[in-house]
């Protein structure tokens, strides 16, 4: 499998595991705070175990710069699906505005310039 393709699979499924660590709980209000960071501390730990070797292989292939860029488009797009489907938060157009205009600075990343 291309390094490409391997480090946008990785960072995906690294992705997940970020979003239900960082917003998963909010479904679970009631539950002792110390009981979901622990918790969460442990989804977070299989980001990790994700995150990092996706960065290892994409380096090289992508400049950090484009590593973080890739990064922060597939967090909006998982947590986009998340919100609507897990936590029933519609998207409204300014959010879509908002991340099509992030989408935009991502064009200028990895458009190259003569």
Do not use: C, D
């Amino acid at each position: 499998m291309p390094a490409s393709v391997l480090t946008i699979g990785l960072l995906i499924a690294s992705n997940v595991f970020m979003t239900f660590a960082w917003y998963g709980h909010l479904k679970y209000r009631a539950a002792p705070l110390i009981t979901v960071i622990l918790i969460s501390w442990g989804i977070a730990f299989f980001e990790y175990v994700l995150q990092v070797p996706a960065n290892r292989i994409g380096y090289g292939v992508y400049n950090a710069a484009q590593l973080k860029t890739i990064q922060e488009v597939i967090t909006l797009s998982v947590f986009a699906v998340f919100s609507v489907l897990y936590l029933k938060e519609p998207l409204a157009w300014n959010h879509l505005i908002g991340f099509a205009l992030i989408a935009g600075g991502a064009f200028f990343i990895f458009h190259k310039w003569a």
